[in-house]
Nanobody
Framework: QVQLVESGGGLVQPGGSLRLSCAASGFTLDYYAIGWFRQAPGKEREGVSCISSSGGNYADSVKGRFTISRDNAKNTVYLQMSSLKPEDTAVYYC????????????????WGQGTQVTVSS
């Protein structure tokens, strides 16, 4: 049974940092792409970053501030977020699909429950 569990969200001041984790079970990361998406109130879910065996990619809005990585031994993907801005406030989700990253959420079949990130002074 495929399961994804996010953790690491919270309240942080502008300019601060957080590290999100996505722990996977029921499959091994080696053959899957893991994407991070976020959804703010009243807005559509948007792709933030994705990692596969080919490497990682980022939305323009987070490039240079967020870093995605994975630890295959722990079957976990991380999203290190730095220089956080109020507009980064959202529920962050990780999702899995076989092999390749895609920009759109509809290409991902397995989702975690989400973790809230709030950037506010």
């Amino acid at each position: 049974q495929v399961q994804l569990v996010e953790s690491g969200g919270g309240l942080v001041q502008p300019g601060g940092s957080l590290r999100l984790s996505c722990a996977a079970s029921g499959f091994t990361l080696d053959y899957y792409a893991i994407g991070w998406f976020r959804q703010a109130p009243g807005k559509e879910r948007e792709g933030v970053s994705c990692i596969s065996s080919s490497g990682g990619n980022y939305a323009d809005s987070v490039k240079g501030r967020f870093t995605i990585s994975r630890d295959n031994a722990k079957n976990t993907v991380y999203l290190q977020m730095s220089s956080l801005k109020p507009e980064d406030t959202a529920v962050y989700y990780c999702a899995a699909r076989p092999r390749l990253c895609y920009k759109f959420a509809s290409y991902f079949g397995s989702w975690g429950q989400g973790t809230q990130v709030t950037v506010s002074s």
